[in-house]
T-cell receptor, first 110, second 114 residues
Framework: GQNIDQPTEMTATEGAIVQINCTYQTSGFNGLFWYQQHAGEAPTFLSYNVLDGLEEKGRFSSFLSRSKGYSYLLLKELQMKDSASYLCAVRTSGTYKYIFGTGTRLKVLA | EAQVTQNPRYLITVTGKKLTVTCSQNMNHEYMSWYRQDPGLGLRQIYYSMNVEVTDKGDVPEGYKVSRKEKRNFPLILESPSPNQTSLYFC?????????????FGEGSRLTVL
């Protein structure tokens, strides 16, 4: 079957660094995405990885290991506005379906 | 402004009364898709479309229909809604089905079926 696992909830302090992990098992792989979703709002795109390695984008970085079926999202210099759910999604190859994890709710404390 | 527009944003209906949720994008995107989001289950893809007249099932297509007669529109049709279709629905589009194309989401449509 197809499955994406990520922690349900995480808590961190303002100014700190947090790493949100995602493991996946899918039939085919054509890219891994991270989205941010604030409560009551639509998801917005954060990052995309299709090759192994680290992609950096300001305070946000995302890492992918295809052989391990593993990714993480790294958030640095946490701000209160980073309190949101973070969704890991895999696009499958051939069919262009998207499989989403259930999301990690991050709380940033002052 | 580049956007994905869904209507209605909120709807309460009764079992069996056909309804359509419209989705329109103004970015000339080829790829469009529908999702439902339920607590504890995350976002699940219902249907997607790679281009005009090309649609395919996602993971939870039962009870839904779609059509893609024009590039900008991708309506979601519930022919006979049931209470288990009560959910938050998102439409999303992407420049294409592959590549680095990120999904742009509409604001969501909260549907309640009594």
């Amino acid at each position: 079957g197809q499955n994406i696992d990520q922690p349900t909830e995480m808590t961190a302090t303002e100014g700190a660094i947090v790493q949100i992990n995602c493991t996946y098992q899918t039939s085919g792989f054509n890219g891994l995405f991270w989205y941010q979703q604030h409560a009551g709002e639509a998801p917005t795109f954060l990052s995309y990885n299709v090759l192994d390695g680290l992609e950096e984008k300001g305070r946000f970085s995302s890492f992918l290991s295809r052989s391990k079926g593993y990714s993480y999202l790294l958030l640095k210099e946490l701000q209160m506005k980073d309190s949101a759910s973070y969704l890991c999604a895999v696009r499958t190859s051939g069919t262009y379906k998207y499989i989403f994890g259930t999301g990690t709710r991050l709380k940033v404390l002052a | 402004e580049a956007q994905v527009t869904q209507n209605p944003r909120y709807l309460i209906t009764v079992t069996g009364k056909k309804l359509t949720v419209t989705c329109s994008q103004n970015m000339n995107h080829e790829y469009m898709s529908w999702y439902r989001q339920d607590p504890g289950l995350g976002l699940r893809q219902i249907y997607y479309s790679m281009n005009v007249e090309v649609t395919d099932k996602g993971d939870v297509p039962e009870g839904y229909k779609v059509s893609r007669k024009e590039k900008r529109n991708f309506p979601l049709i519930l022919e006979s809604p049931s209470p288990n279709q009560t959910s938050l629905y998102f439409c999303a589009s992407s420049i294409s089905g592959g590549g680095t194309g990120e999904l742009f989401f509409g604001e969501g449509s909260r549907l309640t079926v009594l």
